[in-house]
């Protein structure tokens, strides 16, 4: 018992620590539904809250209900009118307050990929695969920039 007294302690320690600050909200947008999946969880594990978007529409509508959101987790190659790249500048213009980072995992030409650089080049962007621990580490860092 004197084990699971201190286990509850830790856990208890913990759970206020984030619910002095609250766990920061992460918009996870990927039209991919293993990728979501995958990502989400990961994010959960790291001590995130996720909201999901399968597009850059859906991920609008839910940005302007006014959903408290401290960053955008976007894949750039998308369905739809509007991409992940088209979102984060729409962000950025509007709810400026929201961190942005764009993920992508298709090779592409050297031309492609130099049109694609100027264009993302505001914003953070990690290729995948990534790995969790490097994913935290760039959340980590753009989530700091507030402090």
């Given at each position: 018992?004197?084990?699971?007294?201190?286990?509850?302690?830790?856990?208890?320690?913990?759970?206020?620590?984030?619910?002095?600050?609250?766990?920061?909200?992460?918009?996870?947008?990927?039209?991919?539904?293993?990728?979501?999946?995958?990502a989400?969880?990961?994010?959960?594990?790291?001590?995130?809250?996720?909201?999901?978007?399968e597009?850059?529409?859906?991920?609008?509508?839910?940005?302007?209900?006014?959903?408290?959101?401290?960053?955008?987790?976007?894949?750039?190659?998308?369905?739809?009118?509007?991409?992940?790249?088209?979102?984060?500048?729409?962000?950025?213009?509007?709810?400026?307050?929201?961190?942005?980072?764009?993920?992508?995992?298709?090779?592409?030409?050297?031309?492609?990929?130099?049109?694609?650089?100027?264009?993302?080049?505001?914003?953070?962007?990690?290729g995948?695969?990534?790995?969790?621990?490097?994913?935290?580490?760039?959340?980590?860092?753009?989530?700091?920039?507030?402090?």
């Amino acid at each position: 018992t004197i084990d699971d007294k201190t286990h509850d302690v830790d856990s208890k320690e913990e759970k206020e620590e984030l619910s002095s600050h609250g766990p920061k909200v992460i918009l996870v947008v990927e039209d991919e539904p293993r990728v979501r999946r995958v990502a989400m969880r990961d994010l959960k594990k790291l001590g995130y809250k996720t909201l999901r978007a399968e597009n850059a529409d859906i991920a609008k509508t839910i940005i302007e209900s006014g959903e408290h959101i401290d960053l955008l987790f976007s894949d750039i190659l998308m369905p739809g009118e509007m991409n992940g790249r088209m979102l984060a500048v729409w962000t950025e213009e509007n709810y400026p307050q929201i961190k942005i980072i764009l993920t992508s995992g298709f090779s592409k030409s050297v031309e492609e990929v130099d049109i694609e650089k100027e264009q993302t080049e505001s914003f953070p962007l990690i290729g995948k695969p990534y790995p969790t621990a490097e994913l935290a580490k760039l959340i980590k860092s753009i989530l700091a920039e507030d402090l």
